[in-house]
């Protein structure tokens, strides 16, 4: 997309400055976070956490940062200056040994165009710093279908699907996998995303200060198509190509932490939303009857790959069932959901 010449002269003007601030500043003292942490759009206000790193933005749905896609380079100065504080590392093995496991990843996942994507960020997974990690694969399909590539360190679960074209079910996957989870904490993780090494040390520091749901990415870069490629290919973290888009407040979606106490307590994922969209929204609003960490100041990377299939036939399905969820005070939602036997192997438990 190209930008015309007052939309160019508005981000100068009125960004560029604020920019420049954000990525030539270093933390301060107290556990403060970088400057960069601060960026936003000019019209957006950010909430910051006291005595702690992190930023909380004020506004509901997620947006993208409007002056990296004007000057590109803006976007891989913030990208190399975000990571440059939380560096990405590949490993086909974990760093830590797995026993007396702490912190559980769970991703689902379905088919084999993005078994590129899992594979490399099962990487990022194994390569977490100073905390016992396992990581719980859950996999949709009517037949195995990545079982026999799986790295052996990785916990794979197949869950044949009950009828053959039922859409694909996030809410099933992760609530088969926090049923199987052995850590006190759960990751419910998406297949595309690669972490820093430190997000698990991140984790279990809030877990311990009390935090029972932590949310900690302030922004996701997301990759090109060849971009992406590169990365998987080479495992190597190439920062030198602009991201697509930078994306903030993306709240239950992606990866976010949950005790798997109070996973159970507020009724993990609802199963009905098959098919895209809606379901993090619905249980980040649950959630929020728990101690919450929502301060972001962590990055991460998002993996190229085509729309979820279906992903814009049904939308309205999912945001119809959305907005009828919503309607519902929270404590009967909570009420419901824990009286249901989801998690099961054999198939999503749909609740009126």
């Known amino acids: 997309m190209s930008y015309s010449i007052k939309q160019k002269l508005g981000v100068i003007i009125y960004d560029w400055l604020w920019f420049e601030k954000g990525l030539r500043g270093r933390a301060g003292a107290n556990g403060r976070h970088s400057p960069w942490v601060d960026i936003s759009n000019r019209n957006e206000l950010l909430e910051r956490a006291s005595n702690a790193p992190g930023v909380l933005c004020k506004w509901q749905w ?82 195995p279908q990545i079982m026999d590539v799986m790295p052996k360190w990785a916990r794979y679960i197949h869950t044949p699907l009950p009828y053959p074209d039922m859409p694909y079910c996030r809410s099933w996957a992760f609530n088969v996998g926090a049923e199987a989870a052995k850590g006190d904490v759960v990751v419910l993780h998406d297949n595309d995303m690669l972490l820093p090494q430190d997000y698990a040390v991140q984790i ?78 619905e249980f980040w609003e649950r959630a929020q009857t728990r101690k919450v960490w929502p301060y972001g100041y962590l990055p991460v990377i998002h993996l190229w790959h085509r729309p979820q299939p279906g992903k814009f036939d049904d939308r309205i399905t999912r945001k119809d069932l959305y907005w009828m969820r919503s309607k519902e005070p929270v404590e009967q939602r909570i009420a419901r959901l824990i009286n249901l036997s989801t998690g099961s192997i054999s198939g999503p438990v749909i609740s009126q």
């Open 62 to 143: 997620t947006s993208d940062l409007h002056a990296p896609k004007v000057f590109p380079s803006l976007g891989i100065r913030l990208m190399k200056r975000a990571f440059e504080d939380w560096p990405v590392v590949f490993k086909d093995e974990p760093l830590v040994q797995q026993e007396d496991v702490e912190v559980s990843f769970v991703i689902g996942h379905r088919g084999v165009e993005r078994l590129p994507h899992l594979l490399t960020t099962l990487t990022t997974i194994a390569a977490q710093l100073d905390v016992a990690c396992e990581c719980i694969v859950v996999e949709q399909s009517v037949t």
């Open 204 to 281: 279990l520091e809030r877990y311990k200060e009390g935090y029972e749901v932590m949310n900690f990415k302030r922004f996701i870069f997301y990759l090109s198509k060849s971009h992406s490629e590169h990365i998987w290919s080479s495992r190597i973290l190439d920062l030198d190509e602009a991201p697509a888009t930078v994306v903030q407040n993306l709240e239950a979606g992606g990866s976010v932490a949950i005790s798997k106490k109070a996973y159970f307590e507020i009724g993990g994922f609802d199963e009905s939303f098959l098919g895209w969209g809606g379901e993090d929204n």
